[in-house]
C-alpha cells in the first residue's frame, strides 16, 4: 500500500552506494527521526478517521463504539428504546372487568411515558462516572440531531 513507508530503507535506497558507511547510516537515521515520528502520527490519525466513517448514527454502530471505547472486553452497553416497559392498566369498578392483576412491578411514569429522550443508553454502573464527558461527547458525535438520550445504569429488565 501506498502509505505503508519504511522510510529507513528507502533512505538507503536513496544515498549513493559509495556513501553507504555506518557512520553515515545512522547519521541519516537521526535526520529523518522526525519524518518517522510524523509518519506514524499521520497513520495513526488516518485510522482513527476511517474508524469514524465506518460508524454512523445507528444503533447496532453506536452501541458497538461504545463498547470498543468503554467495555471491550465484556460488551455489556446496551442501547435501547426509551420505553422500556410494557404499561399495565387497572380496570375501575364501573367497568365491571376481571381483578386478577397477577404479578405488578412498580416502575417510574419516565419509563413508560415521554422521559424527555429518545434512547437509552444503559451502561453497567462501575463504568458510570458523575459527569460521562467522553461518553456523552461520543454519543453526541453520531447521534442525529434530532434525537434526544439519557444515560442510564444497566439493571436487571424484567
Not at 454502573?125 to 442510564?152: Q, V
Request: charged share 25%; aromatic share 14%.
Amino acid at each position: 500500500m501506498w502509505y505503508n513507508l519504511n522510510i529507513k530503507k528507502l533512505s538507503i535506497l536513496i544515498l549513493p552506494p559509495l556513501l553507504r558507511k555506518i557512520k553515515i547510516i545512522n547519521y541519516l537515521f537521526s535526520l529523518i527521526k522526525p519524518l518517522e515520528i510524523l509518519h506514524y502520527s499521520w497513520l495513526q490519525f488516518r485510522f482513527d478517521n476511517i474508524y469514524k466513517l465506518n460508524h454512523n448514527s445507528q444503533i447496532c454502530y453506536m452501541q458497538g463504539m461504545l463498547n470498543d471505547r468503554f467495555d471491550p472486553i465484556q460488551r455489556r452497553i446496551i442501547i435501547t428504546n426509551s420505553h422500556r416497559y410494557k404499561q399495565q392498566y387497572i380496570y375501575t369498578e364501573v367497568e365491571k372487568k376481571i381483578k386478577y392483576l397477577g404479578t405488578i412491578y412498580l416502575r417510574q411514569d419516565a419509563d413508560f411515558e415521554d422521559n424527555g429522550a429518545d434512547f437509552l443508553v444503559l451502561v453497567p454502573i462501575e463504568l458510570l462516572n458523575n459527569d460521562n464527558f467522553e461518553m456523552k461527547a461520543l454519543i453526541d458525535y453520531y447521534r442525529l440531531a434530532s434525537k434526544r438520550y439519557k444515560i442510564e445504569p444497566l439493571e436487571d429488565i424484567t
